[in-house]
């Protein structure tokens, strides 16, 4: 099969798997054991937690049991230190993980006050639009780096900056840029960032969130028997992921260009054309006329896989939030697709599923 959803997931890497193996064989004691088999497991944490807060300028490393969990782990945080009262600055286009959990938290808390930034039709939000809501009450924001589900590269720079200005804590989905696209944690002004190992090539089942060091670090690990193999698996797939970050941009500017020269002009591209703008890794599309859960099955019939939207979507059957946030009709929204890409995806691959969605097109408009 053609494998083309890696924003969903990743298969582990072999640097990675080897770490996984290395340290289960290994270093397998209780890391909170007082003997030597546990100090052993310790250390290898340690050096683990090391290694990625190396990833981001420095910052310490709290590890969540996922990506999503990060999210909320940062929200949780910064809402409860103000009891859950005061005004938070988002917008509808991010992760399920984070809007949703807004979307309670306001129905919840009813000195909570969440509001929705606007984001224009290629997803960007503009530090004029974050800079005019803010309120004296204002005590977070959160705006994704990436966004998941078209790729558009935000200016968090710029809205930092906006944000730093008014004593605002700032915190950003990084999931879909960790590894891929430079994060300017300190330029940006950001409070906190999260991530995802599964996203880079790491073991499943683990997030993590980077602290600035303007907020006061937290325990690095959750409750219970750390799991030592998969964080050390996480570090490792972390560093290599940045050691061919550039490389790899390289590989995938070319490889997403192809792929949308090749593809009917009716396919609609959703994002940003400016390729500073754009992550490489993803491509959003809108099928004329096609539902996009049809297009879907098309493809993994033709041993293609793609995707609707984000996979923390599931069960949700109604066209992704992030496209009528773009100002998509109904029906349009329904019809988009995501293509995802990454450093193992070939040329060889992208012709051929070009060269099938070009076919799901015709053999829909011939039986029409």
Request: proline share 4%.
């Given at each position: 099969m053609i494998y083309l959803d890696y924003a969903a997931t990743t298969p582990m890497g072999p640097e990675a798997l080897h770490v996984y193996h290395e340290v289960a064989g290994n270093y397998y004691g209780n890391a909170n054991s007082l003997h030597t088999?546990?100090?052993?497991?310790?250390?290898?944490?340690?050096?683990?937690?090391?290694?990625?807060?190396?990833?981001?300028?420095?910052?310490?490393?709290?590890?969540?049991?996922?990506?999503?969990?990060?999210?909320?782990?940062?929200?949780?945080?910064?809402?409860?230190?103000?009891?859950?009262?005061?005004?938070?600055?988002?917008?509808?286009?991010?992760?399920?993980?984070?809007?949703?959990?807004?979307?309670?938290?306001?129905?919840?808390?009813?000195?909570?006050?969440?509001?929705?930034?606007?984001?224009?039709?290629?997803?960007?939000?503009?530090?004029?639009?974050?800079?005019?809501?803010?309120?004296?009450?204002?005590?977070?924001?959160?705006?994704?780096?990436?966004?998941?589900?078209?790729?558009?590269?935000?200016?968090?720079?710029?809205?930092g900056t906006v944000l730093a200005r008014a004593d605002v804590p700032f915190h950003s989905d990084c999931v879909q840029s960790y590894g891929k696209i430079h994060i300017p944690m300190q330029d940006a002004r950001l409070s906190a960032i999260s991530t995802a190992a599964h996203k880079i090539h790491g073991p499943k089942g683990l997030g993590a969130v980077f602290f600035s060091t303007t907020v006061e670090p937290t325990h690095g690990l959750p409750s219970g028997t750390a799991d030592g193999p998969a964080i050390a698996a996480f570090a490792e797939a972390a560093d290599v992921q940045m050691k061919r970050r550039r490389e790899a941009n390289t590989h995938l500017r070319a490889l997403r260009a192809k792929m949308a020269e090749q593809l009917p002009v009716e396919y609609q591209v959703v994002g940003e054309s400016a390729q500073e703008k754009q992550s490489p890794y993803i491509l959003g599309l809108c099928l004329p006329e096609m539902e996009g859960q049809e297009a879907m099955l098309a493809c993994d019939r033709q041993g293609i896989a793609i995707a609707t939207g984000s996979a923390c979507r599931s069960g949700d059957h109604g066209p992704p939030e992030t496209l009528l946030a773009l100002g998509h009709s109904f029906d349009t929204a329904r019809t988009f697709v995501r293509l995802s890409f990454s450093h193992e995806t070939s040329f060889a691959e992208i012709d051929e599923a070009a060269m099938q969605l070009t076919n799901i097109r015709s053999r829909r408009t011939k039986n029409a």
């Open positions: 088999r546990g100090t052993d497991a310790a250390n290898v944490l340690q050096a683990a937690l090391a290694t990625l807060g190396q990833t981001i300028d420095d910052a310490s490393v709290t590890i969540t049991r996922s990506g999503s969990e990060a999210n909320q782990h940062v929200i949780h945080r910064f809402l409860s230190a103000k009891h859950f009262q005061g005004h938070i600055l988002t917008c509808r286009t991010e992760h399920p993980s984070i809007r949703d959990y807004l979307r309670t938290l306001d129905e919840q808390y009813p000195k909570l006050h969440v509001e929705n930034v606007p984001v224009d039709e290629r997803g960007n939000i503009h530090p004029i639009d974050v800079e005019t809501r803010i309120k004296p009450d204002t005590i977070l924001a959160t705006f994704a780096h990436v966004q998941h589900e078209i790729g558009t590269i935000r200016d968090i720079r710029a809205i």
